[in-house]
């Protein structure tokens, strides 16, 4: 799932509204995917946003979630307060700063149904 993970917002990049919503956030975003154990950083600070592998020092917001999670909450099926709530996701980071990324999570929601030829539900 990291590799789809990369290729995902690597092809993001291309994306005018999302490159926006990225700047916009202004966010160091780790993704620790577990089992097995992978990170995916995207530096939301810079642009074009970057994306990289390996552990961030200080990233602004760590999401922590096993690659089924990930695959639930990109493809709409979870709803992150749903995945927060019941523990798929742990999230590490200021409150400002998570809602700061909500227009570019939503971008992400939108490139994955477009690459997985589904749509979001949520």
Known sequence: MSVEFIALFEGMRANPDACAAAKKSGVVLQFRLLAPVAFVVLDLSVEPFSVSTGEHAEPGVELTLTVAAAHELLSGRLAVA??????????????LKLLALQPFLGAAKEAYA????????R
Do not use: D, L, P
Not at 82 to 94: D, E, L
Not at 114 to 121: A, F, P, V, Y
């Open 82 to 95: 749903q995945a927060a709530a019941t523990g798929a996701v742990r999230a590490r980071g200021g409150v």
């Open 114 to 121: 477009s690459r997985s030829g589904g749509t979001t539900s």
